[in-house]
């Protein structure tokens, strides 16, 4: 049996994450089992979180003990298997083998798949016939295969269908140049290529699509230095994963599959600690297409379940957007062979200026009152082949946070003739096509509004009727809706209702006798296009509903269920809500979908300038006041009434 390595905390908190030694440990102990060959790839070993009631009911200094949740696909065996493994105890203490079911694709197994691609025969041969030789310079991109029930798709196997791009020289932007035509058929347990399709030679396209200095032309020079300074340092204190940011305390996770998760977020009101939010992640998200020939039809990434997201973040080491006091936290992740990798500074921690707080000018007393407003921001980005996510979760000083998705990188595209244009995207440049496609993505909030008994409304702003009552026909009211079962809490948003959705504590009222509440204020949304029979529906049916909410089971971890790669669908929230149960006064999860939909611009290429997408939770008759007022004003002297004056506004 093995010992705790000496180094480990001993009081680790429980919801800490694994350490890379913790990590180390997991394997060791998963890797000594009979049935397994060497040929191992670990996609998911990561904290076992304890169950919340006793997280919660934990005395300060005392802790839990620690398990890690490791999850391996035996590569020989093509077999999946899930253990749980007590690191305090040395033990495996729960071993489940899953039949039939294709973990996330990992980075190791892009690059075995581009080797085995490359070496072939048959694709070589459609290389040649489009002038391609030289396949160093050759990128290949093993797509997640779906499952499309298709006769002629390899069957039982770990599939994906892998597309080539090339490169003109080392440096230069591959994905100006898809190879169009050509999609080989990988067996990833294997690493044969099971067959090569292709649908005819479409040129490459004839220009460079790079975006390096020395490579975009002059460079405009009127930019003069904009620096944050702040000579005290920052206002948050970091303690191991755990944050303090003024009145806001929360722990930060991370995992291969969602990458950041926040634990227990609270706000300190008047003293006492009051809980909002017991875990939030970003559980799941998928990428559908709209382009319905056989280069594009299949395209349907599941970036979270499919690939693991926390997997493909980046070591912001090499380089960072924000500005200002940056404090960074390490991700430890399992590499493929179980090894733990440290990505060096994959979260970053910093504050940001937000414009203006509130203010009021008295016009009569000739007297202004303005606080600036100040955010903190916790954020890691993850790159997805050719595209960048960036996921920044956002403080405020009123009680708000937000999430806010950024979508940046090089658009998935193909190649078309020169003078085509199909109806299913756009040219972004000459002879390469942009097909139009969304982002949903899936936000799991298991809430705790000051407690974990929480009940969830519909809110919709309605017109009274003409009447007695409303004589000059001017009335309308806010009508609130209990959502008291699972089969009433799948509902859409309606901005012309300004439906907004409130996570209400029934068992606790604020001054004036209202129950205390937050609610979910939608962003900018969208629905999905294809068929309700459509592959990617039946597969990613959450994106079906902006809002869900479910009675709180541990097991329901996923949007699109626990492991969407190859599955034929109905798995994850079509499948927790079958059971309807009730809701009210509950420990409730809400899920949250959002879509970007993209209509792909000629702006979007090479490189894309950030598109935003997410939502906001705002504290609703959860404080008694603005609970603000005590942001002290700025520091520099602001002169009153003058909007002009001195730079305070
Ligand atoms: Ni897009």
Redesign the pocket.
């Known amino acids: 049996m093995a010992t705790i390595p000496r180094d480990l905390p001993r009081l680790a908190h429980p919801l800490e994450p694994l350490s890379a030694d913790e990590i180390a440990q997991a394997v060791r102990l998963v890797r000594q089992r009979p049935e397994l060959s060497q040929r191992l790839r670990f996609f998911n070993v990561s904290l076992h979180e304890p169950p919340k009631e006793r997280v919660l009911a934990l005395a300060p200094g005392e802790t839990l003990e620690r398990e890690a949740f490791v999850a391996v696909l035996d590569n020989a065996s093509g077999q999946t298997y899930e253990a749980v493994v007590s690191l305090s105890r040395g033990e495996i203490t729960s071993w489940k083998h899953l039949p039939g079911v294709q973990p996330p694709m990992l980075v190791e197994e892009f690059i075995d798949c581009g080797e085995a691609v490359k070496a072939n025969p048959e694709w070589q041969e459609a290389m040649r016939k489009r002038g391609i030789t030289d396949f160093s310079l050759v990128m290949i991109e093993p797509w997640s295969a779906g499952e499309y029930g298709l006769a002629d798709d390899p069957k039982g196997v770990r599939l994906t269908r892998a597309l080539t791009w090339v490169r003109r020289h080392p440096t230069d932007n591959g994905y100006a140049r898809p190879v169009d035509g050509v999609i080989a058929f990988v067996d990833l347990n294997t690493l044969q290529v099971l067959r090569v399709d292709d649908y005819g030679v479409v040129p490459l396209p004839p220009e460079d699509g790079n975006y390096l200095p020395e490579t975009v032309g002059p460079l405009r020079t009127d930019l003069k230095p904009l620096e944050i300074y702040q000579p005290e340092g920052p206002s948050f204190q970091l303690e191991g994963h755990e944050l303090r940011w003024q009145k806001w305390r929360l722990r930060i996770g991370f995992t291969p599959r969602e990458g950041l998760v926040l634990y227990t977020v609270s706000y300190n009101d008047q003293g006492q600690e009051r809980p909002i939010l017991y875990r939030a992640s970003i559980c799941d998200m998928v990428?559908p297409y709209g382009d319905p020939r056989p280069m594009y039809f299949f395209r349907n990434a599941f970036d979270i379940g499919e690939f693991g997201i926390g997997l493909m973040a980046n070591s912001l080491e090499l380089g960072c957007d924000c500005l200002g006091e940056i404090r960074y936290l390490d991700a430890v992740v399992p590499r493929a062979s179980g090894d733990p990798l440290t990505i060096k500074n994959a979260i970053c921690i910093h504050e940001e200026d937000y414009g203006i707080l509130w203010k009021h000018y008295d016009w009569r007393l000739n007297h202004a009152e303005v606080r600036r407003s100040r955010r903190l921001v916790i954020s890691f980005i993850a790159t997805v082949g050719n595209?960048e996510y960036g996921f920044y979760w956002y403080f405020y000083q009123d009680g708000t946070i937000q999430l806010e998705v950024k979508?940046t990188g090089v658009?998935s595209n193909g190649a078309e003739p020169l003078g085509a244009s199909p109806p299913w995207g756009s040219m972004i440049a000459p002879g390469l096509y942009a097909p139009i496609?969304q982002?949903f993505f899936n936000a799991r909030l298991d809430m705790m509004v000051d407690g974990l008994n929480n009940s969830v409304y519909e809110v919709n702003t309605v017109a009274d009727p003409p009447g007695p009552d409303n004589p000059h026909r001017n009335a309308f009211r806010a009508v609130s809706t209990l959502l008291a079962r699972e089969s009433e809490a799948q509902r859409v948003i309606n901005p012309f209702s300004a439906r907004y959705w409130k996570v209400v504590n029934p068992n606790k009222t604020n001054r004036l006798g209202q129950p205390v509440a937050y609610k979910l204020v939608p962003g900018e949304n969208v629905l999905p296009f294809a068929a309700p029979d459509a592959s990617v529906i039946q597969r990613a049916g959450f994106m079906t509903k902006h809002l869900w909410v479910t009675r709180y089971d541990p097991a329901e971890k996923s949007a699109a269920g626990d492991y969407p790669n190859q599955h034929p669908g109905g798995a994850g929230l079509p499948k927790y809500v079958q059971a309807d149960r009730e809701l009210e006064n509950t420990d409730v999860v809400l899920w949250y979908t959002f879509g970007?939909h993209?209509v792909?611009r000629t702006e979007d290429w090479p490189v894309?300038p950030v598109s935003t997408i997410g939502f906001t939770l705002k504290p609703l008759n959860f404080f008694d006041r603005n609970p603000a007022l005590d942001v002290p004003p700025p520091r520099r002297h602001c002169t009153p009434g003058r909007a002009d004056g001195d730079g305070c506004h």
């Open positions: 990428v595209y979508l658009v496609h982002h970007a993209h792909v894309m």
